[in-house]
């Protein structure tokens, strides 16, 4: 098979009308299919429906006698620390237990910076704050930065993690503050991070004291196939290197437990986290600590999680084997599309011919398909090369799926002909 | 029985010097009472254990057919918001249906107005915000306030609510950008503004066009006996005025539902409410719709709501009256002490002896008591008078009650008499 862009101008133009024709005739069948965020499906969420009755309305004792029912406890209940302490890999005193949401723990962790300051520093809106966002990346992170106004400078992210060279020299800017990290199966990247980036991460002296790692291990636990990838443990990394307040760790169970009503935490040094507390004690009375035990008598531990995760991954396994199988079937060496085969995660990312991936998005839309918008995995949602997108498998069934990724391979191609022939 | 003030300096030592037995008896008994927050008791909380098995596990689906389990709808399920509308008397659309703390809502508010500013305006912490707080009032009201470092302005509070000739002159500074309101019930006050001081409210007409009342209507149901006082709708009355942008409104279920996991509520103006969208559409993928519709499927309606208060109020009320028999029975006439017989709410306000609420406190903490601390209920924790104490009587029973009031009688009096005596 030839290239796409070694074929001529009749070549083209003879495969561009058979395209037409076969994305005409999906189009007739009316689709209406989700791939634009990663959300498990109904039945995915029903793995964890038994966590709804696994405590009795008169057993919501934590392991300290508090009763969870009533107001207090502000950092999490005990055993909830406790569980997330051995997802994050540290002790239960450095974690924060929070409400269903960890980008409401970042959002706050970053507003409170950018007001306040972090640690007894000047806010960061007093110093034209910046932050480094490695591409592609996760649009929400990114909006809460341009909703701060803290201006993002890109940083690409290869197999291996962020252009470590190139994030060792931009810290040099006290101005730079910060840098987002999704160091596992990264969001839509699908790869985690190498040892020596994380080390060379642990390891970071910024110009700016108050540089922070927002350090959003989402999908930590996520794996869809073996072998699972690892990550390097960044708190011990860096207290090895007396950095441990370089970093902030994030998680949360919402696609473990449910996306709506999970529980989120947060992770961090001592320092850090009575920081954190000294504006938590004016925010709150305390997060649900309700569901915190429900998670925790459900789970048990964190051996407990991972063969929960096994049941997601079962799920999940499927449909990206699907968006696998329909990549290399219609686009591999065409020339047209690179992608990744990530072990985990919910995100399958693809970089298209540079300059079609708008187009693509707005065939499939028009045939009935939404996938996230192109660009919407870089800052301020411009994508330079206007090449990546991001697919989704995770909500559609199975069969769905496969129908939209063919079509979105159709799309892809028709977008990249079309460009050739400008 | 004559005043405290009228006695002689012989009858004032001797009356200290039986009030100093009694009080080391009770000393000796090494007590442990908490009266020092508005928490109800767990056989209180148990009221409403049904509502954690009302809705089954593959229930969880809203009336517009959202799964609530999973991702999404910003500002909650049409069935909350439309039971928070009935609840403060606005249509459902004015309504932001909340995680399980509506201070958490107000901290969020008005700490993104003070950097970000309100409905586009300027953020407040560049014109020197000030707010006016009506006194006594809510600790955590002014915690939030001085933490933001919005200077706070001190308003009496009398029967009818705060004195609303100084509000009307206050407001004339453009730097004055809004007011505590906790317009039923007060904490601790318990009264309940008047209609008349509802509708000057609701007309006002401040220098600062982003000025806003921030109405905590925490205990719009929480009657504890006959008669029940009624509130204006100031939604409402501000509207009749063109002047519904003066108001966001805030509840929650923290006292009807469970304290630690109940459901909190903002509400406003469709330009106030977009306002808050922008912010939330960053800070959150959404709060917790499971939570919200165990309390729409437990509760039903607002009628349904008002029955399960009438539960509650029938443990508060021996409570209550076990501090109103204590205060007539050992303090009335002595000229130590003025206090409310609140219809409603989780306090009782007393006002001892200038100089003296400070040393009851001591004196019942020693004795094992712990009540809030004097000067709680003051912007930056300073009772310039040093006479409001803040008695929260619903979490101790009945009988460790009565000894608590008992004993802060006692302790009244004899800081009283050492005041005199001095």
Request: hydrophobic letters at 40%; glycine letters at 8%; one cysteine or more.
């Amino acid at each position: 098979m030839s290239t796409i862009t070694e074929m001529t101008k009749t070549e083209l133009l003879a495969r561009r009308a058979e395209l037409q024709e076969t994305y005409d005739s999906y189009k007739a069948r009316g689709l209406k299919l989700d791939m634009s965020r990663g959300k498990p499906g109904a039945e995915q969420i029903s793995i964890s429906a038994d966590m709804l009755t696994c405590v009795a309305a008169d057993e919501y004792i934590a392991e300290d006698g508090t009763d969870t029912r009533n107001y207090g406890i502000l950092c999490g209940i005990p055993e909830a620390r406790r569980l997330f302490g051995e997802i994050f890999g540290v002790p239960a005193d450095n974690v924060i237990v929070g409400g269903n949401a960890s980008l409401t723990l970042m959002y706050d962790y970053l507003s409170t910076a950018n007001w306040r300051g972090v640690c007894g520093g000047q806010p960061w809106a007093s110093q034209k704050a910046k932050f480094l966002c490695p591409v592609p990346g996760y649009d929400r992170h990114f909006a809460i930065t341009q909703f701060l106004g803290i201006e993002m400078i890109n940083v690409p992210l290869s197999e291996t993690g962020p252009d470590m060279d190139l994030v060792e020299e931009l810290v040099k800017d006290p101005a730079v503050k910060g840098m987002w990290c999704v160091p596992m199966y990264a969001n839509p990247a699908g790869i985690t991070y190498s040892d020596e980036t994380v080390r060379r991460l642990a390891a970071l002296k910024p110009a700016a004291e108050d540089f922070r790692l927002m350090w959003d291990n989402a999908y930590c636990l996520h794996h869809i196939r073996e072998p699972h990838d690892t990550l390097l443990n960044i708190y011990t990394e860096a207290e090895k290197c007396g950095n441990e307040d370089i970093v902030m760790m994030f998680t949360s169970t919402s696609k473990i437990s449910f996306p709506g009503a999970g529980v989120g935490a947060m992770a961090g040094s001592p320092k850090n986290i009575a920081d954190v507390k000294s504006r938590m004690t004016v925010q709150t009375i305390g997060y649900d600590k309700m569901n915190m035990l429900r998670h925790v008598k459900y789970f048990g531990d964190l051996a407990g999680v991972k063969a929960h995760m096994e049941k997601h991954a079962a799920f999940l396994r499927p449909r990206f084997d699907a968006v696998e199988t329909a990549l290399s079937r219609d686009l591999a060496g065409k020339g047209i599309a690179e992608w990744n085969r990530p072990n985990g995660g919910y995100f399958v990312s693809v970089n298209l011919m540079p300059g079609t991936a708008k187009e693509t998005v707005r065939l499939l839309k028009e045939a009935g398909v939404v996938l996230t918008g192109a660009g919407a995995t870089y800052p301020y949602g411009v994508d330079p090369a206007d090449s990546n997108l991001r697919i989704a498998p995770s909500y559609p069934p199975v069969e769905e799926l496969e129908v939209a990724m063919t079509l979105f391979c159709i799309c892809a191609e028709l977008a990249a002909i079309d460009k050739l022939l400008k």
